[in-house]
């Protein structure tokens, strides 16, 4: 049974900073590509940092910069840690996992709310 488990999310002040963690379990970790997205308030599910198992990184230009991307091998673990916070970047966030070769299987962890308010 595939399960991603994000972790980390809650209420930060402007200019503060989080680290998300997104587990994943009953996948070969290193035959996936992983990702983060998130969904604000009637806004579509954005793509915003990826890291591929070979450790490459992409980030959208709205978190380029302020965000970084890792995963952790041994601990079957991606982070996402989020410095410079804004209230535009409240949403819910979603850790994904694509794998590399047929057939190619994506799935997703259930979402951890992010909050940035004063």
């Known amino acids: 049974q595939v399960q991603l488990v994000e972790s980390g999310g809650g209420l930060v002040q402007p200019g503060g900073s989080l680290r998300l963690s997104c587990a994943a379990s009953?996948?070969?970790?290193?035959?996936?590509?992983m990702g983060w997205y998130r969904q604000a308030p009637g806004k579509q599910r954005e793509l915003i940092a990826t890291?591929?198992?070979?450790?490459?990184?992409s980030y959208s230009d709205s978190v380029k910069g302020r965000f970084t991307i890792s995963r952790d091998k041994a601990k079957n673990t991606v982070y996402l840690q989020m410095n410079s916070l804004k209230p535009e970047d409240t949403a819910v966030y979603y850790c994904?996992?694509?794998?590399?070769?047929?057939?190619?299987?994506?799935?997703w962890g259930q979402g951890t709310q992010v909050t940035v308010s004063s």
């Open positions: 890291v591929t198992s070979g450790g490459g990184t």
């Open positions: 994904s996992a694509r794998q590399i070769v047929f057939p190619r299987n994506d799935y």
């Open positions: 009953g996948i070969i970790f290193s035959s996936y590509n």
